[in-house]
């Protein structure tokens, strides 16, 4: 095994050991079950780990992630984080937390060839023919790159609030917020990009669905 490999595993010896220096309760706590109010569906980038960047603790946030956050309507995995999330975990905020400089976002606005992660990529090019007149009236690339990562994420918290999970729950009286971010890689601060949404009535009403 390469050194690389064989540090993780002496990473993780230490981290407990810390943990339980500062606490020795820490991992029989979260033996008893998990109770996050939050979960987050984020980029799969390296760069951008759910936890760190808003300093919670292990039990504190549910997490999915996937290139370029998306939500796709026929992702079973993403649908069923959301159910157990909205359902059994009942969480009371949904952050769909993109970040400037995506590869996803990057590659959305190109016409290269990627290979498989192609039909992944062109759930992202729907958002760009959506806003098209925007984001091509953007002369710079790189601010053009910046707005559109911005779009895509206010696009998947609309995406998230066209599911029959979240209006299910807003149906039934639950308190459900979904908000979208943006996060700086260059600098850590996560900008709000001020879409909240918590009725359907934000929606366009051909989504609007009745139970
Ligand atoms: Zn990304």
């Known amino acids: 095994m390469d050194k690389f490999y064989n540090q993780l595993k002496a990473n993780n010896k230490e981290w407990v050991a810390q943990q339980l220096e500062k606490d020795p309760a820490f991992f029989s706590k979260l033996e008893n079950g998990q109770q ?15 936890n760190q960047i808003i300093g919670a603790q292990p039990g504190e946030v549910f997490v999915h992630r996937n290139i370029a956050n998306m939500v796709v309507h026929t992702d079973m ?11 059994a975990l009942k969480v009371k905020h949904v952050i769909v937390c993109g970040h400037y400089g995506c590869g996803g976002v990057k590659a959305a606005m190109g016409n ?6 192609d039909n992944w990529i062109r759930h992202i090019k729907n958002v760009y023919r959506l806003h098209k007149t925007e984001i091509d009236s953007i002369e710079d690339e790189k601010q053009k790159w910046d707005r559109f990562v ?3 994420v206010k696009e998947q918290v609309f995406d998230l609030a066209k599911t ?42 051909v989504y609007q669905l009745n139970f």
Do not use: F, T
């Open 150 to 152: 911005e779009l895509n």
């Open 36 to 50: 996050p109010p939050l979960l987050w569906i984020g980029c799969a980038d390296s760069r951008v780990p759910a």
């Open 77 to 87: 995995n993403m649908l069923s984080v959301l159910d157990y999330a909205v359902n």
């Open 112 to 117: 290269d060839s990627i290979g498989l992660i």
């Open 164 to 205: 029959s999970i979240v209006q299910n729950a807003w149906h039934n009286g639950q308190d459900l917020q979904l908000h979208g971010w943006a996060y700086g890689v260059g600098d850590g601060i996560v900008k709000d990009l001020d879409v909240n949404i918590s009725s359907d009535k934000q929606l366009d009403s």
